[in-house]
């Protein structure tokens, strides 16, 4: 069986081929860092991350590269209005990027590049264009000439005439066609600005991703990524100065997320339900935030709430609770073989089935109702009096595996000093009524997550191991 995905560019879906065998070059739009990221940024970040972690699953060896904007407009406005430079605000919220992606189980990419440390190539290829024709100069702006381009309109599926409806030119833009777009804008006194051939300035947005895709993967990559609001005209620009500068094909694959609402509403600073992640992480466990995003298809619209998130904190646990039984009868099971390969066999066909899932698509929705079928399956086996560790490990060595590709973890919570605490006194109340059962659960517990007790005369005491 091979992947199949979902091409927004033929919008059909197609037989995942990559340009070099076993490899795929993967581009996602990152984050303008000029703000903590907002939930919506989060879930690309999310499923363009178990997307790779998929690949590598089936085999693949994935080149992952996500950008950061770290000059633009809003960076700008942040600086004057904060009274800072840009290069600071933009360090802060890389940092907090990183620390928010990180806490949501996303690996870090093979390269983060940033606008202003490509700022070389990015005027190399501004040039090549203008060379070329599909580009020109107007009093410091350089703008890209739309009409020029063949099929410019071809990923969001809309010809030039529709486009044009649309278009416009707003204050202060020198364009010759309201369907160009800028590559290059000449600095306003006192911003931060470059220099070029055309006279300081900083580059437009789109290009940004066009010169490092190319540097960081090649002319031709497999997959380009990102949510679907960037589809147009970010997407659409950037394979149009792509494919004007090498004559190939920019990316053979482009994959789009959905939207996010909250509570039913589109996510709006106006209406005053903006989401930062960096926020929400304090409420409810990154953990869980990563499994309710992965619980929806990532093309399907998702709907943020609460009680949703409640809900699903609630799923994520039985998951673990299953598991973390299995792990409890590993010692008290035996080389017993009678009747092994007909439970076996119902593993195997659940991991085929998850499998078979992911496959379509990436469908981490069917993905994790497998994993309930596991759930189930391993309870159900629990039931027996005499098992196997045979089966036992078959289950557990999936649920690790599966729980892997997820980016989730099968560790308990670490626990806060004060939970350790109490359950120290849980355990003294257990031997004190002779409950040993609950008290040996208790220190078996603290010990799996690496918390080491001494019974002393002067009353338990603990450490982190
Ligand atoms: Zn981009």
Redesign the pocket.
């Known amino acids: 069986m091979t992947i199949q995905l979902y091409n927004t560019l033929t919008r059909k879906k197609e037989e995942f081929i990559p340009l070099e065998a076993g490899k795929v070059k993967m581009y996602v739009?990152g984050p303008t860092v000029y703000n903590y990221i907002h939930i919506g940024n989060a879930r690309p970040a999310i499923v363009f991350d178990t997307v790779r972690r998929y690949f590598e699953f089936r085999g693949f060896d994935v080149q992952y590269v996500s950008?950061f904007t770290d000059v633009d407009d809003k960076l700008i406005k942040a600086a004057n209005q904060l009274g800072e430079d840009v290069p600071t605000i933009a360090n802060r919220f890389i940092q907090a990027y990183f620390e928010d992606v990180s806490a949501l189980g996303c690996k870090q990419a093979d390269v983060h590049p940033r606008v202003t440390e490509n700022m070389d190539i990015i005027i190399d290829f501004i040039a090549t264009l203008i060379d070329k024709g599909f580009a020109y100069e107007s009093e410091g702006d350089v703008y890209y000439r739309t009409r020029k381009f063949n099929g410019y309109g071809k990923l969001s599926h809309q010809s030039i005439d529709e486009l044009k409806v649309g278009a416009r030119i707003d204050v202060g833009e020198k364009k010759q066609d309201a369907l160009d777009f800028a590559l290059w804008k000449a600095a306003k006194e006192g911003e931060i600005a470059w220099e070029s051939p055309w006279g300081l300035g900083r580059p437009g947005w789109?290009i940004?991703?066009s010169a490092m895709a190319k540097k960081y993967l090649g002319e031709t990559i497999d997959i380009h990524a990102?949510g679907q609001d960037?589809a147009f005209p970010?997407?659409e620009n950037?394979i149009a100065q792509s494919e004007a500068l090498t004559g190939k094909q920019f990316a053979r694959y482009w994959m789009h997320n959905g939207y996010i609402n909250i509570d039913n509403e589109k996510m709006s600073k106006s209406l005053g339900n903006f989401v930062l992640v960096h926020d929400i992480i304090k409420k409810h466990d990154p953990e869980v935030i990563r499994f309710f995003m992965l619980s929806v298809h990532y093309r399907n619209p998702i709907n943020y709430s609460d009680e949703l998130l409640e809900n699903t904190k609630a799923a994520l646990e039985r998951l673990k609770t299953s598991y973390q039984n299995l792990k409890h009868r590993k010692e008290a099971s035996t080389n017993l073989t009678d009747n092994n390969q007909g439970w076996l066999d119902k593993i195997h066909g659940l991991e085929a089935e998850f499998v078979r899932e992911m496959d379509d698509d990436f469908n981490t929705a069917n993905g994790i109702s497998t994993l309930f079928e596991l759930s189930k399956l391993a309870n159900h086996y629990l039931i027996e009096k005499n098992t196997a560790t045979e089966v036992i490990d078959a289950f557990t060595n999936l649920f690790e595996k599966l729980f892997a590709v997820l980016g989730l973890s099968l560790g308990a919570q670490e626990l806060l000093d004060e939970e350790i605490e109490a359950l120290i006194q849980e355990r003294i109340q257990a031997r004190k009524d002779r409950n040993f059962q609950r008290s040996d659960e208790i220190r078996d517990q603290l010990k799996e997550m690496n918390i080491i007790l001494e019974d002393t005369p002067q009353g338990t005491r603990w450490k982190r191991g």
């Open positions: 739009c950008n789109h940004e991703c990102g960037l970010h997407h950037e």
